[in-house]
T-cell receptor, first 113, second 114 residues
Framework: AQSVTQLDSHVSVSEGTPVLLRCNYSSSYSPSLFWYVQHPNKGLQLLLKYTSAATLVKGINGFEAEFKKSETSFHLTKPSAHMSDAAEYFCVVSEGSARQLTFGSGTQLTVLP | EAGVAQSPRYKIIEKRQSVAFWCNPISGHATLYWYQQILGQGPKLLIQFQNNGVVDDSQLPKDRFSAERLKGVDSTLKIQPAKLEDSAVYLC????????????FGSGTRLTVV
């Protein structure tokens, strides 16, 4: 069975400083991993995805994530936070033929001026 | 490309009433999912369709929830009777058959049960 643990429910950073959102996963197979962002009252938007190609994945808006199989981690980073990055972020795992998504509990990112 | 359409956007009902949500996936997407997102939590899968057949409904509370996708296109999710704990955002997602990723989510229906 697949599962995802987001290690921080809330992260607060100052504008212009780096962002790190942590995610560990559990999967019986070779998983696909995703990061989604959800702004208030908006739909889920895909930031990036890992599907067994390059372990360093670049996404939209300057975000990237590194798949580390030995650590079962898929942390999301951004070198410099922007006010518009404030949102809820979900780490997501998918495996098997059904390709269902299992979401983490989310990390609320606050960006301080 | 049009996105996944959901309606209504918001719904407020009293407990024990019934409610239905509608989803129109992206044209050609064979797989359709309904997720429930309770405030402060990540979305949880309720049901998955492949064309007009159910692939997985193991997490659907079948005593009160039902869903259908009769022609393999639009889908309807129904709750009858609603409970207070059903208050959540109901998200529909679709993806084409095969391939990695490719999920597209609708904006969701926010249900409040009072």
């Amino acid at each position: 069975a697949q599962s995802v643990t987001q290690l921080d429910s809330h992260v607060s950073v100052s504008e212009g400083t780096p962002v790190l959102l942590r995610c560990n996963y559990s999967s019986s197979y070779s998983p696909s991993l995703f990061w989604y962002v959800q702004h208030p009252n908006k739909g889920l938007q895909l930031l990036l995805k890992y599907t067994s190609a390059a372990t360093l994945v670049k996404g939209i808006n300057g975000f990237e994530a590194e798949f580390k199989k030995s650590e079962t981690s898929f942390h999301l980073t951004k070198p410099s936070a922007h006010m518009s990055d404030a949102a809820e972020y979900f780490c997501v795992v998918s495996e098997g033929s059904a390709r269902q998504l299992t979401f983490g509990s989310g990390t609320q990112l606050t960006v301080l001026p | 490309e049009a996105g996944v359409a959901q309606s209504p956007r918001y719904k407020i009902i009293e407990k024990r009433q019934s409610v239905a949500f509608w989803c129109n996936p992206i044209s050609g997407h064979a797989t359709l999912y309904w997720y429930q997102q309770i405030l402060g939590q990540g979305p949880k899968l309720l049901i998955q369709f492949q064309n007009n057949g159910v692939v997985d409904d193991s997490q659907l509370p079948k005593d009160r929830f039902s869903a259908e996708r009769l022609k393999g296109v639009d889908s309807t999710l129904k709750i009858q009777p609603a409970k207070l704990e059903d208050s959540a955002v109901y998200l529909c997602a679709s993806r084409p058959t095969g391939g990695e990723g490719g999920y597209t989510f609708g904006s969701g229906t926010r249900l409040t049960v009072v």
